[in-house]
C-alpha cells in the first residue's frame, strides 16, 4: 500500500489506522506497481490479445490458464471462478450443501471461509487453530463431529497448507467431504504435493495481493473427482451444462478473460516469486526471532507468505511505532469469525476458541512481496528492533 493512501486489499480496510503517515522513509505494504512494471510488456500482450479476439467469458485464456494451473497443483481438472469465495461456494453447491447440515472450519480466516457456508444454508462449526500454525488443528476435529456434519473446510492460512493428511484421514473415517480453503497458498507444498492439488477439492483466489494475482477479482476450483468436476462446470455457469438448458440453480461464477489474460502472463514468473517470498520470509525470521514470535513452518510444509505475519503481547504500540516511521502494517485478523456480530445466532462463548482469540491480540502483518526489497526489508527489520530496544 502506498503511505498515507487506501489500502490495497479489501481484507486490509479495517486496519486503515495502522497505515503509515507521512515519514522520512516509506514501505510499501505489497509492491504490485513494481511488479507491473517489470512484466508490463508480457500483461499487455495478452490482453490485447483478448481484446482483439472479443472474446471475454469462458475463452481460449481461460482454458489454457485452468489446464496449466491444474497440472500444477496435480488435478485433473480446474475451473477458473469470479472470486475465491465463488470457488468455495460452487465446492460446497457441488456437494449439495445445504439447510439442515453443518461444515467444520476455523475461526481464524477471512470471513468468506465459513460465510459460504452460511449462504448455502449450512451452518458453519467453528474448530480452533494450532498454536504454531494457525491453522485448523485436527486434534480438536472429532469432538466438533455430529451426525449432521457433512464436510470440513481447512484453511491454508497465511501461505503454508493445513494438515491435510490428518484432516482427510478423519473426513474418510466418517465419510465427510474435504474443501481446501487455499485461497492464501497457491504454490505452497507439503509433503511434496501442492496445495489445491491435494484434498477431494482445492480452491484458491487471485485476488490482486494474493500469491498470484489477477487485476480484479478471481479464483479457482480444483479437483480431481469427475463427478464434483461436472457439477461445478455447470453450477458456475448458471446451472447449465448446455446452452439455455439450466438443470440446476447455479451462479455467475465464471473468471473473465482479461483476468485469465493477466494470470497466464504472471505465471510464468510464478516459481521465481515463490523463491523470493521464501527467501524473504527467511531473512525477516531470522532477524526478528528473538524480539518476536516469528511464522513457524511445519515439517513437510513450504511457505508462500501471502502475508508474514508476527505475534508480540505489544502488537498496537508496534503497529503505531512502524506507522511513526514509514512502514505500514495490517492484522490478519483482528477479531475471530465466533466473535463477528454476522455470526452471533450461533451462540459460541466469546472465549470458546482461546488460541484464535490470543493469536487474534497479539497478530501483526509486515510488508511482504516478491519485490520487496533488501533495502526496504532492512527498514522494516530496523524498525521493529528499534521498538524492542534492539
Not at 15 to 34: C, H, M, T
Not at 68 to 91: E, M, N, P, Q
Not at 357 to 382: K, W
Request: with cysteine; glycine share 10%.
Amino acid at each position: 500500500m502506498e503511505i498515507g493512501e487506501r489500502c490495497d486489499t479489501k481484507e486490509d480496510a479495517p486496519e486503515r489506522g495502522l497505515i503509515a503517515k507521512k515519514a522520512e522513509y516509506s514501505v510499501k505494504f505489497i509492491d504490485l506497481q513494481g511488479q507491473f512494471t517489470a512484466y508490463e510488456a508480457e500483461i499487455r500482450e495478452q490482453i490485447d490479445a483478448v481484446l482483439k479476439s472479443a472474446q471475454f467469458i469462458l475463452g481460449p485464456k481461460g482454458a489454457e490458464l485452468e489446464r496449466l494451473l491444474a497440472s500444477h497443483v496435480g488435478a485433473k481438472h480446474a475451473f477458473g471462478c469470479s472470486s475465491g469465495t465463488d470457488a468455495l461456494l460452487l465446492a460446497l453447491m457441488a456437494y449439495g450443501v445445504g439447510p439442515g447440515d453443518e461444515v467444520l472450519t476455523t475461526p481464524f480466516t477471512f470471513i468468506a471461509t465459513a460465510e459460504v457456508i452460511a449462504l448455502t444454508g449450512a451452518t458453519p462449526v467453528f474448530v480452533d487453530i494450532e498454536e504454531r500454525t494457525y491453522n485448523i488443528d485436527p486434534r480438536k476435529i472429532e469432538a466438533a463431529l455430529t451426525k449432521n456434519t457433512r464436510g470440513i473446510v481447512p484453511v491454508s492460512l497465511y501461505g503454508q497448507c493445513a494438515d491435510l493428511e490428518s484432516i482427510l484421514k478423519i473426513a474418510s473415517e466418517y465419510g465427510l467431504f474435504v474443501i481446501e480453503d487455499g485461497c492464501q497458498s497457491f504454490g505452497a507444498e507439503r509433503n511434496g504435493r501442492r496445495s489445491c492439488g491435494y484434498p477431494q477439492v482445492g480452491t484458491t483466489s487471485f485476488f490482486p495481493s494474493k500469491p498470484l494475482g489477477c487485476y480484479g477479482d478471481g479464483g479457482m476450483a480444483f479437483t480431481s473427482d469427475d463427478g464434483v468436476a461436472h457439477r461445478i462446470s455447470g453450477l458456475r455457469n448458471h446451472g447449465q451444462w448446455e446452452r439455455y438448458r439450466h438443470r440446476a440453480i447455479g451462479i455467475n461464477g465464471r473468471l473473465d478473460e482479461l483476468q485469465a489474460a493477466v494470470l497466464l502472463a504472471k505465471f510464468r514468473h510464478f516459481p521465481g516469486e515463490v523463491a523470493r517470498r521464501a527467501a524473504a520470509g527467511a531473512r525477516y525470521s531470522e532477524a526478528l526471532a528473538d524480539v518476536v514470535t516469528v511464522p513457524a513452518i511445519a515439517p513437510g510444509n513450504t511457505h508462500v507468505y501471502a502475508q508474514y505475519s508476527i505475534r508480540t503481547p505489544r502488537r498496537d504500540e508496534l503497529a503505531k511505532h512502524l506507522s511513526d516511521n514509514g512502514v505500514p502494517t495490517a492484522i490478519h485478523y483482528p477479531v475471530p469469525l465466533h466473535r463477528q456480530e454476522a455470526f452471533a445466532h450461533l451462540g459460541y462463548e466469546e472465549d470458546g476458541f482461546p488460541v484464535s482469540s490470543a493469536v487474534s491480540r497479539e497478530i501483526l502483518s509486515l510488508p511482504m512481496s516478491a519485490f520487496l526489497s533488501r533495502e526496504d526489508q532492512d527498514e522494516v527489520i530496523r524498525q521493529v528492533r528499534r521498538f524492542f530496544g534492539k
